[in-house]
């Protein structure tokens, strides 16, 4: 089998909400950025810079010199992130069903950047001119979704709705928008490595324990967090089941990991 190709960059920005996220709802103190530089070979001073951005952005309160706690804008994006432990999809056969995001013309390039991220998260792929579709077996009612995909930054004037008896040419090639091989492939191949890291996590050193779980667990969520669930009917297999139930294990024991080394340094 090929090495899997890591999708989500470990940049500062995002090993910092990934070490809160663990260690939430204890604070980051700036004290302690010479262990994360130390473990992930990034410079202490990157690590002040993004800690300073994330503060300017909103998605980290500083109310006290040195101590940064996740803001209520992050805690509600780490909390979506981690939605893969439970369902989201309606259980047996699809009804063939949609759902389509409408998404007008003229926005703001910036606006429609949150837009199209937003509703990626949610596996929308384009369908026609500025609609976005996506098979409608979410558990998730359409005006639940909507408000969500709101939450999550779609734009104010965007119209979500359900679609039904979509002409048949139309609908084959709809189901034809993701590219379900490579998830499958790409899944398995992370599946294996994790495997594999979690049956020596007890022989590896610490300091490549912290990275390593680190890496990979930050990589399987970003996988699961933003998978398409697409219905059996458009994507067969178990690829998506596997992975996330290694990764229950693997979160359990990275956690452990991280939870201990970060206690011992008064964090937790």
Not at 104 to 123: D, I
Request: aromatic residues 8%; hydrophobic residues 40%; proline residues 5%.
């Amino acid at each position: 089998m090929s090495e899997y190709q890591f999708q989500r960059e470990l940049s500062p920005r995002n090993i910092i909400l990934d070490l809160m996220g663990v260690s939430h709802p204890q604070p980051l103190e700036a004290g302690y950025l010479s262990l994360i530089s130390d473990i992930f070979n990034i410079p202490v001073n990157n690590l002040r810079v993004a800690l300073t951005r994330l503060a300017a952005k909103g998605m980290l309160d500083n109310t006290q010199r040195g101590v940064y706690r996740l803001s209520p804008k992050a805690m509600a994006r780490n909390e979506f992130a981690r939605r893969w432990k439970q369902s989201q999809c309606v259980a047996g056969e699809w009804d063939g069903s949609w759902i389509g995001c409408h998404l007008s013309k003229g926005a703001n390039r910036s606006v429609r950047a949150k837009s199209l991220n937003a509703l990626s998260w949610f596996g929308f792929k384009p369908g026609l001119d500025h609609l976005w579709v996506r098979p409608n077996n979410l558990l998730q009612n359409v005006s639940s979704l909507q408000m969500v995909l709101k939450d999550l930054g779609l734009e104010s004037q965007s119209h979500v709705f359900s679609l039904n008896d979509i002409e048949p040419t139309l609908a084959k090639h709809w189901k034809t928008l993701w590219p379900v091989d490579a998830l499958n492939q790409s899944y398995s191949e992370l599946n294996e490595q994790l495997l594999g890291s979690y049956q020596q996590l007890d022989k590896t050193p610490l300091k490549a324990s912290l990275l390593e779980t680190c890496v990979l667990g930050s990589e399987a969520i970003h996988c699961l967090a933003t998978d398409p669930q697409l219905p059996s009917e458009i994507r067969p297999g178990q690829e998506y089941e596997t992975l996330r139930k290694t990764m229950i294990d693997y979160d359990l024991a990275g956690r452990k990991i991280w939870l201990k080394q970060l206690s011992s340094l008064g964090i937790s």
